[in-house]
């Protein structure tokens, strides 16, 4: 089955902890990206990458870090300067061009600070 | 400043009624208009998507209207069901140059039996 898995589903950070969520694409995807959700929110972009060794800054990338050593593999670090964790963190995948652009969005990560 | 802006933010409508969830951008290089449907507790998915060269596209009950000249779209449900109550996201992206996708702050509809 082709996708995009996030895990865990579940995680829990204590506080001036990192954290890592991962996040794998088997679709040949070239383009990934990491956004957070918080209640009622819309989606707000954390980090992208377009090809393996290469990311940029999204709106809101202070107190994360991300690295794409390899094109199936995303993972987001959340690390201890982000003061307000707390949300549901979505991995996405997509062709970086061309007609079938779609986005494909895993099933999520749900971090809470204990 | 925001990319795509989606009104309402909420909304209810009553079982077979229609609901109309509206979205407008400034950015005229945006050539791909997705919309996305976002159940509780899980990714959104893929609902229905348009490219400005019609005005409109029509998936059983979901309907995407498209106004180049207004740069708005809007996403209709025909014969809202319960099933529908999910929270909607549009969003924007230019095809052709890698650009990121720009999401609306999301509508959350409740179809009320």
Redesign the interface.
Same mark, same amino acid.
């Given at each position: 089955d082709g996708g995009i898995t996030q895990s865990p589903k579940y995680l829990f950070r204590k506080e001036g902890q990192n954290v890592t969520l991962s996040c794998e694409q088997n679709l040949n995807h070239d383009a990934m990206y990491w956004y957070r959700q918080d209640p009622g929110q819309g989606l707000r972009l954390i980090y992208y990458s377009q090809i393996v060794n290469d990311f940029q800054k999204g709106d809101i990338a202070e107190g994360y870090s991300v690295s794409r050593e390899k094109k199936e593999s995303f993972p987001l670090t959340v690390t201890s300067a982000q003061k307000n964790p707390t949300a549901f963190y979505l991995c996405a995948s997509s062709f970086d061009r061309g007609v079938n652009t779609e986005a494909f969005f895993g099933q999520g990560t749900r971090l809470t600070v204990v | 400043q925001q990319q795509v802006k989606?009104s309402p933010q909420s909304l209810i409508v009553q079982k077979g009624g229609i609901s109309i969830i509206n979205c407008a951008y400034e950015n005229t290089a945006f050539d !791909?208009f #997705?919309w !996305?449907q976002q159940f509780p +507790?899980? +990714? #959104?998915?893929?609902l229905i998507?348009i490219r400005p060269d019609v005005s409109e596209k029509k998936e059983g009950r979901f309907t995407i209207s498209f106004n180049k000249s207004a740069k708005q779209f809007s996403l209709h449900i025909m014969d809202s069901q319960p099933g529908d109550s999910a929270t909607y %996201?549009c969003?924007a992206?230019a095809? !052709?140059? %890698?650009n990121? %996708?720009y999401?609306?702050? +999301?509508t959350?509809l409740n179809v009320k039996p």
């Open positions: - | 989606q !791909y #997705p !996305y +507790g899980k +990714g #959104p998915a893929l998507a %996201f969003a992206k095809l !052709y140059n %890698f990121k %996708f999401f609306g702050s +999301g959350k």
